[in-house]
């Protein structure tokens, strides 16, 4: 509380006037102590007990009113006050699903054009946390992915339509609905979801003074939605630090002719990489600890925001386990659901018999069983998979035959992997060798040479060209002979 004071008005005022004709300066008196009357003194403590109750009352009506301001929010967003949480000593820890490896949450962002009525999904991305390896995985699936309407109802219509159908039927029960079909695509067991207006997202971006984006390509985007009609946004490639409206702009752009950044799978990859940033600047820059951000952030998401319940203990074990997630270095894996997916061999484009758009699985819709394949096999190798390295295995001395068996025993441990055998290269050579053109595919080595147990992973000088182009090359040769010195 501020108290103003008048000092020209104050009756404080008078008593201290000093005549500027005076001397200031004179003998202090010793002031002579007047014994308070009983009255006096009931007064003087019925003063210090009103102003101790008013100062309380105030406290108090801060405390109960930040308490039901909380309570509110928290209800809003799915909080549940557990008795048991608050006086349980037992380790914090999320939900996992049955393996006991994975926490998986489903990130959803609503479309928030001022459209009217039920919005459609933007942004449907399923994340998971490896408790082994301390990894993050993202995969999204795009937004024209074509799924059924419910389980065992082969009626198919887009995923991001799934929410609005859902809530038109029954008010919340839209976010369950999309949490089901997201499972059945990916076999997953989905323990949390969040669900952000996009609005309450560029509002957490500027409250942490922005993300840093490395822009891949030069893009502009002339059908941009704005309003009732369209804009012109565009990017330049490159390093830059995005304010929350920047940021949701390029997220969400999808219309460009240029280097292939205007399809719903570009999209994807750059909403996957702001959120990468949103999630950097939280962390390295103690925005989490800073009273005024975090009231920003929760000013932002109140009320624009739907989570799964959650208790005291489930707010403990995720700061838990994104410090887990620091100290250990974890890293954050990327996917979409493309037609580029598992080598070209999962998803692809095709027109419905309405002649409608649709995005779906290769062995027919409906039918998930590669799509889970791969989605498995990204969580347990996301690194091999993301760098989706074009793989030719060489005879160099081994044998035609033998170089041919453990290709296939590679490609059988690796599917969906662009892995070829090419043949002989040469027939004299020792040792088993593995190597890549560059430093992308790092990960890629590391998983072959647990399979090969490689002899070397340099270039051998025996090579001159860069053979057929591949980004990474494994040279099967005759064993090495050791000679006795």
Request: aromatic fraction near 8%; charge should be negative.
């Amino acid at each position: 509380m501020t108290i103003d004071i008048d000092l020209k008005d104050s009756n404080l005022n008078k008593g201290i006037q000093i005549p500027l004709n005076e001397n200031p300066v004179k003998k202090k008196q010793k002031p002579v102590k007047v014994p308070l009357t009983n009255d006096q003194r009931k007064k003087r403590n019925r003063r210090i007990t009103t102003i101790l109750l008013s100062i309380t009352f105030i406290v108090l009506l801060g405390i109960g009113f930040l308490v039901y301001k909380g309570y509110i929010f928290s209800k809003e967003l799915g909080f549940r006050l557990d008795t048991n949480s608050l006086i349980s000593s037992q380790k914090t820890e999320l939900k996992k699903d049955s393996s006991g490896r994975y926490t998986n949450i489903l990130l959803v962002g609503i479309d928030t054009r001022e459209s009217g009525g039920l919005l459609n999904t933007d942004t449907i991305i399923l994340a998971s946390y490896d408790y082994e390896t301390h990894d993050v995985t993202m995969i999204s699936v795009p937004r024209d992915f074509h799924v059924e309407i419910d389980k065992d109802v082969k009626w198919y219509v887009r995923i991001n339509s799934i929410y609005a159908s859902s809530e038109v039927k029954k008010e919340g029960t839209g976010i369950q609905a999309l949490k089901r079909s997201v499972e059945r695509l990916t076999d997953q067991e989905i323990q949390y979801y969040a669900m952000v207006d996009f609005k309450a997202f560029a509002e957490i971006v500027d409250a942490v003074g922005g993300v840093d984006i490395n822009v891949e390509n030069n893009f502009t985007d002339y059908m941009y939605p704005s309003g009732n009609g369209y804009k012109t946004v565009s990017f330049k490639a490159g390093p830059q630090t995005m304010d929350g409206a920047t940021a949701l702009i390029y997220s969400r752009s999808r219309h460009s002719a240029q280097n292939n950044e205007g399809t719903d799978f570009a999209r994807a990859r750059r909403q996957q990489k702001v959120i990468v940033a949103l999630k950097e600047k939280l962390t390295s820059n103690d925005s989490l600890s800073n009273p005024k951000t975090v009231m920003s952030i929760i000013s932002s998401i109140a009320g624009n925001i739907k989570v799964s319940e959650f208790t005291i203990k489930d707010i403990e074990a995720a700061f838990e386990l994104l410090k887990d997630f620091d100290k250990n270095e974890g890293n954050v894996y990327s996917f979409v659901l493309d037609p580029s997916v598992g080598g070209y061999s999962l998803v692809e484009t095709k027109s419905l018999e309405s002649g409608a758009y649709a995005i779906g699985p290769k062995l027919g819709l409906g039918n998930y069983e590669d799509i889970i394949e791969f989605v498995q096999l990204a969580k347990q190798y996301p690194q091999l998979y993301s760098e989706n390295a074009k793989i030719m295995v060489y005879n160099t001395g081994l044998g035609f035959n033998e170089a041919k068996e453990i290709a296939t025993e590679i490609t059988e441990k690796f599917p969906y992997l662009n892995i070829t055998f090419a043949g002989t290269l040469y027939q004299n050579k020792q040792g088993t060798v593995i190597y890549s053109k560059d430093e992308d595919h790092t990960g890629t080595i590391k998983e072959l040479n647990k399979i090969l147990d490689a002899d070397s992973k340099e270039k051998p000088e025996y090579i001159t060209s860069n053979l057929n182009g591949e980004d990474v090359t494994i040279l099967l040769g005759q064993p090495i002979e050791l000679t006795e010195e």
